[in-house]
Protein backbone atom coordinates (compact mmCIF):
# COMPACT_ATOMS: atom_id res chain seq x y z
CA UNK A 1 0.00 0.00 0.00
CA UNK A 2 1.18 3.48 -0.51
CA UNK A 3 0.42 6.47 1.29
CA UNK A 4 0.61 10.27 0.69
CA UNK A 5 0.10 12.85 2.64
CA UNK A 6 0.11 16.63 2.73
CA UNK A 7 -0.55 19.43 4.81
CA UNK A 8 -2.32 22.67 5.31
CA UNK A 9 -3.23 25.34 8.13
CA UNK A 10 -5.85 28.25 8.43
CA UNK A 11 -6.50 30.67 10.89
CA UNK A 12 -9.80 30.60 12.58
CA UNK A 13 -12.00 31.89 15.53
CA UNK A 14 -14.22 29.11 17.06
CA UNK A 15 -16.13 28.95 20.72
CA UNK A 16 -17.75 25.62 22.45
CA UNK A 17 -21.15 26.25 23.03
CA UNK A 18 -21.71 24.41 26.93
CA UNK A 19 -18.06 24.23 27.94
CA UNK A 20 -17.28 24.98 31.37
CA UNK A 21 -13.85 26.72 30.53
CA UNK A 22 -12.66 28.94 28.99
CA UNK A 23 -12.80 27.36 25.50
CA UNK A 24 -16.37 28.90 26.02
CA UNK A 25 -14.99 32.15 25.28
CA UNK A 26 -14.36 33.50 21.14
CA UNK A 27 -10.76 32.50 20.53
CA UNK A 28 -8.69 31.36 17.69
CA UNK A 29 -6.29 29.20 16.63
CA UNK A 30 -4.42 28.36 13.74
CA UNK A 31 -5.71 24.85 12.88
CA UNK A 32 -3.23 22.54 11.21
CA UNK A 33 -4.66 19.78 9.29
CA UNK A 34 -2.81 16.88 7.43
CA UNK A 35 -4.40 14.13 5.10
CA UNK A 36 -3.24 11.15 4.44
CA UNK A 37 -4.32 8.99 1.56
CA UNK A 38 -3.41 5.29 0.48
CA UNK A 39 -3.78 3.72 -2.82
CA UNK A 40 -2.27 -0.25 -3.86
CA UNK A 41 -1.90 0.79 -7.33
CA UNK A 42 -0.04 3.49 -9.36
CA UNK A 43 -0.96 5.61 -12.21
CA UNK A 44 0.13 4.62 -15.55
CA UNK A 45 -0.52 7.83 -17.16
CA UNK A 46 1.77 9.62 -18.90
CA UNK A 47 1.89 13.20 -16.55
CA UNK A 48 1.11 10.42 -13.58
CA UNK A 49 2.91 7.92 -14.30
CA UNK A 50 4.38 6.10 -10.87
CA UNK A 51 2.14 8.51 -9.03
CA UNK A 52 -0.61 7.67 -6.40
CA UNK A 53 -1.80 11.29 -7.23
CA UNK A 54 -0.20 14.61 -8.22
CA UNK A 55 0.80 16.04 -4.99
CA UNK A 56 -0.19 19.23 -6.83
CA UNK A 57 -3.76 18.30 -6.85
CA UNK A 58 -3.96 16.69 -3.40
CA UNK A 59 -2.17 19.49 -1.84
CA UNK A 60 -5.24 22.15 -4.37
CA UNK A 61 -7.88 20.31 -2.66
CA UNK A 62 -6.91 20.63 0.78
CA UNK A 63 -5.66 24.07 0.60
CA UNK A 64 -8.96 24.98 -0.81
CA UNK A 65 -10.89 23.35 2.40
CA UNK A 66 -8.58 25.66 4.41
CA UNK A 67 -8.98 28.30 2.43
CA UNK A 68 -12.72 28.23 2.91
CA UNK A 69 -12.51 28.69 6.63
CA UNK A 70 -9.44 31.05 7.23
CA UNK A 71 -9.49 34.10 9.05
CA UNK A 72 -13.71 33.32 9.60
CA UNK A 73 -15.52 32.73 12.54
CA UNK A 74 -16.47 29.22 13.17
CA UNK A 75 -19.74 28.65 15.22
CA UNK A 76 -22.15 25.80 15.44
CA UNK A 77 -25.74 25.91 14.14
CA UNK A 78 -27.79 27.60 17.11
CA UNK A 79 -24.87 28.45 19.29
CA UNK A 80 -25.23 32.17 18.15
CA UNK A 81 -28.51 34.23 18.38
CA UNK A 82 -29.58 35.48 15.65
CA UNK A 83 -29.41 38.99 16.55
CA UNK A 84 -26.03 38.43 17.04
CA UNK A 85 -25.54 36.57 13.88
CA UNK A 86 -27.32 39.26 11.98
CA UNK A 87 -25.32 41.80 13.83
CA UNK A 88 -21.40 40.31 12.92
CA UNK A 89 -22.86 40.02 9.22
CA UNK A 90 -23.44 43.08 9.22
CA UNK A 91 -20.21 44.52 10.45
CA UNK A 92 -19.07 42.32 7.40
CA UNK A 93 -17.15 39.93 9.44
CA UNK A 94 -16.74 36.27 7.26
CA UNK A 95 -18.91 34.05 9.55
CA UNK A 96 -18.86 29.92 8.88
CA UNK A 97 -22.16 28.12 10.38
CA UNK A 98 -21.34 24.48 11.26
CA UNK A 99 -23.38 21.50 12.18
CA UNK A 100 -21.44 20.38 14.69
CA UNK A 101 -19.52 21.74 17.55
CA UNK A 102 -16.03 22.79 16.14
CA UNK A 103 -13.94 20.44 17.80
CA UNK A 104 -10.90 18.99 16.38
CA UNK A 105 -12.60 15.83 16.51
CA UNK A 106 -15.58 17.19 14.45
CA UNK A 107 -12.90 18.83 12.06
CA UNK A 108 -10.93 15.76 11.42
CA UNK A 109 -14.30 13.88 10.51
CA UNK A 110 -15.51 16.70 8.27
CA UNK A 111 -12.07 17.38 6.53
CA UNK A 112 -12.25 13.46 5.70
CA UNK A 113 -15.40 13.40 4.53
CA UNK A 114 -15.17 15.99 1.97
CA UNK A 115 -12.27 15.03 0.60
CA UNK A 116 -13.63 11.08 0.40
CA UNK A 117 -16.22 12.43 -1.78
CA UNK A 118 -13.78 14.22 -4.03
CA UNK A 119 -12.72 10.84 -4.70
CA UNK A 120 -9.47 10.26 -2.41
CA UNK A 121 -9.21 6.84 -0.53
CA UNK A 122 -8.20 8.65 2.87
CA UNK A 123 -6.67 7.23 5.63
CA UNK A 124 -6.78 9.19 7.94
CA UNK A 125 -7.22 12.94 8.96
CA UNK A 126 -5.29 14.75 11.55
CA UNK A 127 -6.03 18.18 13.03
CA UNK A 128 -3.72 20.41 15.40
CA UNK A 129 -5.83 22.82 17.50
CA UNK A 130 -2.80 24.17 19.31
CA UNK A 131 1.08 22.53 18.71
CA UNK A 132 0.65 19.89 21.27
CA UNK A 133 -3.27 19.03 21.25
CA UNK A 134 -4.11 17.32 17.92
CA UNK A 135 -7.55 15.09 17.44
CA UNK A 136 -7.87 11.94 14.25
CA UNK A 137 -10.39 10.45 12.21
CA UNK A 138 -9.54 7.29 10.01
CA UNK A 139 -11.30 5.18 7.81
N1 LIG B 1 -10.87 16.72 22.83
C1 LIG B 1 -10.93 18.07 22.70
N2 LIG B 1 -10.76 18.85 23.76
C2 LIG B 1 -10.80 20.18 23.62
C3 LIG B 1 -10.99 20.74 22.36
C4 LIG B 1 -11.18 19.90 21.24
O1 LIG B 1 -11.36 20.33 20.10
N3 LIG B 1 -11.13 18.58 21.46
N4 LIG B 1 -10.97 22.08 22.24
C5 LIG B 1 -10.76 22.90 23.26
C6 LIG B 1 -10.65 24.36 23.03
O2 LIG B 1 -10.97 24.73 21.75
C7 LIG B 1 -9.34 25.04 23.45
O3 LIG B 1 -8.99 26.09 22.59
C8 LIG B 1 -8.14 24.20 23.60
O4 LIG B 1 -7.69 24.57 24.84
P1 LIG B 1 -6.41 24.03 25.59
O5 LIG B 1 -6.26 22.60 25.45
O6 LIG B 1 -6.57 24.52 26.93
O7 LIG B 1 -5.25 24.64 24.76
P2 LIG B 1 -4.34 25.88 24.99
O8 LIG B 1 -3.03 25.50 24.42
O9 LIG B 1 -4.95 27.09 24.42
O10 LIG B 1 -4.25 26.01 26.55
P3 LIG B 1 -3.06 26.44 27.44
O11 LIG B 1 -3.68 26.59 28.78
O12 LIG B 1 -2.57 27.73 26.87
O13 LIG B 1 -2.05 25.36 27.36
C9 LIG B 1 -10.66 22.37 24.62
N5 LIG B 1 -10.63 20.96 24.69
ZN1 LIG C 1 -10.32 26.36 20.76
Redesign the pocket.
Given at each position: MYYLKTEQSFDAA???KG?A???HNL?G?RWRVIVEIRSDKLRTDAQCRSMVVDFSDLKKSLKDICDFYDHSLIYETGSLKETTVAALKEEDFCLHEVPF???????SRHIYETMQQQGYDVSRVD?Y?????C?SYGG
Amino acid sequence: MYYLKTEQSFDAAHFLKGYAGKCHNLHGHRWRVIVEIRSDKLRTDAQCRSMVVDFSDLKKSLKDICDFYDHSLIYETGSLKETTVAALKEEDFCLHEVPFRPTAEEFSRHIYETMQQQGYDVSRVDVYETPNNCASYGG
